[in-house]
């Protein structure tokens, strides 16, 4: 009988290592494929662009001829825009997690919200576009400035940040709070020497995600009315402006073969803007996971 027994076991374990190898292969091979996808979009991206990648292209204006197109207005306009998105997204989107969970009651009404957070999140971008042009654009009178935009954009990743910063706070053990409180400190103190100093890195790679997706997003804009070409840059946070996935959508929907190039060089300046933008915020996160 312990022989049977041992039989038996041993055909299962048989059966589960096949299967997990199987598993396994399928795993790698999606990943494979996803990679592969990845590196023939950014060979064929890299080689249809570098040709138009120089410094004319960074400093000239949007023009009808693509030898003279540049994107000197589009990179400047997504510099200011993040200027806004960064600093109001974090600030409200942090504050609002901070309250949820140190502060607010677990009740029902707390639980609404939270639910109603989570649903945000999933709302397409162009629905929180419309609300923009209600709101910032029309109500408060702000046109198709970068106030308008900024405030915009902010609405949409708000939730992602809110989200992960809840996640982050959540993290923190128990045993730091209560020590903090042991040693006389109020609960103020105690939220921003204890509990946010160790949440920062989780927040802000949830940030990092939320502010790429920002910067990626054309539709909320083209709502909100924002021109694609202009022959200026911005002088205040109430000029109107563009971005650079408005100017690479323009490129790549007209006809000629050379304004393919043109979008390419534009999607490879857009891509280094996210890298810079991506290596500060990690490198942030990292100081303060060797801290604490």
Do not use: C, H
Not at 4 to 31: G, H, P, S
Not at 182 to 206: E, F, H
């Amino acid at each position: 009988m312990k022989y049977i027994n041992n039989t038996v076991v041993m055909k299962r374990m048989k059966t589960r290592l096949n299967l997990n190898k199987i598993w396994k292969m399928i795993f790698l091979f999606a990943t494979s494929l996803a990679l592969l996808a990845l590196v023939l979009l950014l060979i064929r991206i890299i080689s249809q662009g570098t040709g138009y990648l120089n410094w004319d292209f960074l400093n000239n204006f949007g023009s009808r001829f693509p030898e003279k197109a540049g994107i000197k207005a589009a990179l400047v306009g997504s510099f200011y825009l993040m200027l806004v998105i960064a600093p109001v997204s974090m600030f409200i989107g942090v504050g609002t997690a901070i309250y949820l969970e140190e502060y607010a009651k677990k009740n029902k009404i707390t639980d609404f919200i939270q639910m109603n957070i989570s649903n945000l999140a999933g709302v397409p971008s162009i629905a929180f576009g419309l609300l923009g042009l209600t709101i910032f654009v029309r109500m408060f009178a702000l046109g198709k400035s970068i106030l308008a935009a900024g405030f915009t954009m902010s609405l949409l990743i708000l939730p992602v940040i809110i989200v992960a910063a809840q996640e982050a706070i959540r993290a923190v053990p128990k045993e730091q709070r209560e020590a903090s409180y042991g040693m006389g400190a109020t609960k103020w103190q105690t939220i921003t020497r204890v509990v946010l100093p160790s949440a920062i890195p989780g927040i802000l790679t949830g940030s990092i995600l939320a502010l790429s997706r920002a910067v990626g997003e054309t539709a909320p804009l083209v709502v909100l009315g924002i021109p694609v070409i202009l022959q200026f840059l911005p002088d205040g946070l109430l000029s109107q402006f563009t971005t650079l996935p408005l100017q690479i959508f323009d490129w790549a929907k007209r006809p000629q073969e050379e304004f393919q190039y043109v979008a390419a060089a534009g999607i490879i300046v857009l891509m280094i803007f996210l890298v810079i933008m991506n290596s500060i915020a990690i490198t942030i996160r990292n100081k303060f996971q060797k801290r604490y």
